[in-house]
Nanobody, 123 residues
Framework: QVQLVESGGGLVQPGGSLRLSCAAS????????MGWYRQAPGKQRELVAA????????LYIDSVRGRFTISRDNAKNTVYPQMNSLKPEDTAVYYC????????????????WGQGTQVTVSS
């Protein structure tokens, strides 16, 4: 079965950096678009970034553009967001998702989701 496993979350000070990972198994990773979402307490889950199957197309929400970079390593079946200049408002549970359609990843209608990893930005 398909599994997406996130890792790399933790506590970081404002202005710091983290790199999350999402390792995929049970699917042909190289043909799947991937995305990262986050959900803060009391808020709806929101898209953070998405990347196409080949990595040539990326999308970011305005609040993270210029600070976060999404990338993927198809040889390792893994997708990463490099998160720099972190702010307290970036605190959330971060989830990855996968779909054969980039549009489905962006809409959040993917069939496959990870269990999430907590990121806390605080001094």
């Amino acid at each position: 079965q398909v599994q997406l496993v996130e890792s790399g979350g933790g506590l970081v000070q404002p202005g710091g950096s983290l790199r999350l990972s999402c390792a995929a198994s049970g699917l042909r990773f190289s043909i799947y678009a991937m995305g990262w979402y986050r959900q803060a307490p009391g808020k709806q889950r929101e898209l953070v970034a998405a990347i196409s199957s080949g990595g040539g197309n990326t999308l970011y929400i305005d609040s993270v553009r210029g600070r976060f970079t999404i990338s993927r390593d198809n040889a390792k079946n893994t997708v990463y967001p490099q998160m720099n200049s972190l702010k307290p408002e970036d605190t959330a549970v971060y989830y990855c998702n996968a779909d054969s359609l980039f549009s489905a990843v962006v809409r959040g209608s993917s069939d496959y989701w990870g269990q999430g990893t907590q990121v806390t930005v605080s001094s």
